[in-house]
């Protein structure tokens, strides 16, 4: 059964940091490219990072270049996304998804999401 989990999130003050991974099971996320997305409540689903399957390469919504940073770990099947400096604004459920490109138009597999919380 095609899986992805996602966790890592939580509760953190501003300018704290957090890391999210997604593990996949049932396939090997080797042939994927990889992307988080988020959505926050009253707003529409918002694309965050992806990562390719084929030479790494990384693609960074505006908002978080500089900020957050994705990564894959083939043998641990896992991909992560590291987040730094969060502010309120990155509250939200993330989720990872694959699909064949980085960036792409649409994502097959996805996770159920995990909650991210940047508060005071």
């Known amino acids: 059964q095609v899986q992805l989990v996602e966790s890592g999130g939580g509760l953190v003050q501003p300018g704290g940091s957090l890391r999210l991974s997604c593990a996949a099971s049932g396939f090997t996320l080797d042939y994927y490219a990889i992307g988080w997305f988020r959505q926050a409540p009253g707003k529409e689903r918002e694309g965050v990072s992806c990562?390719?399957?084929?030479?790494?390469?990384?693609y960074y919504a505006d908002f978080v270049k500089g900020r957050f940073t994705i990564s894959r770990d083939n043998a641990k099947n896992t991909v992560y996304l590291q987040m730094n400096g969060l502010k309120p604004e990155d509250t939200a459920v993330y989720y990872c998804?694959?699909?064949?490109?980085?960036?792409?138009?649409?994502?097959?597999?996805w996770g159920q999401g995990t909650q991210v919380t940047v508060s005071s």
């Open positions: 990562i390719s399957s084929s030479d790494g390469s990384t």
């Open positions: 998804a694959t699909s064949r490109n980085c960036p792409a138009p649409t994502w097959d597999y």
